[in-house]
């Protein structure tokens, strides 16, 4: 079982930056592919970024490469996302997933093994 907490989100000006971060419980943080996922209001959720589980490969969605940056540290059980040159567009609920899966498969949006409950970053223009 593993129990992830995001933090970090919040309001922004566009072009601003933040940091999110997500704590995993367990000792078995370092055997799952990690993710972050967004949804926008009346939107599907969709892919953000993806690390495999020892941190040597990422995936990002088009739409945030160059800006975005994923990142884990296996040791403190947490995986962040570094957010920068935000853009409204950016505004949703985003959230961090864990599975047992490869990184790469995460962008087709399979079921992930755990989700945790999101955190709103709003972006204002």
């Known amino acids: 079982q593993v129990q992830l907490v995001e933090s970090g989100g919040g309001l922004v000006q566009a072009g601003g930056s933040l940091r999110l971060s997500c704590a995993a419980s367990?000792?078995?943080?370092?055997?799952?592919?990690m993710g972050w996922f967004r949804q926008a209001p009346g939107k599907e959720r969709e892919f953000v970024a993806a690390?495999?589980?020892?941190?040597?490969?990422?995936y990002y969605a088009d739409s945030v490469k160059g800006r975005f940056t994923i990142s884990r540290d296996n040791a403190k059980n947490m995986v962040t996302l570094q957010m920068n040159s935000l853009k409204p567009e950016d505004t949703a609920v985003y959230y961090c997933?864990?599975?047992?899966?490869?990184?790469?498969?995460?962008?087709?949006?399979?079921?992930?093994?755990?989700w945790g409950e999101g955190t709103l970053v709003t972006v204002s223009s």
């Open positions: 690390i495999n589980r020892i941190g040597s490969s990422t």
């Open positions: 997933a864990a599975d047992l899966g490869s990184a790469q498969a995460m962008r087709s949006m399979g079921g992930m093994d755990y």
């Open positions: 367990g000792r078995t943080f370092s055997s799952y592919a």
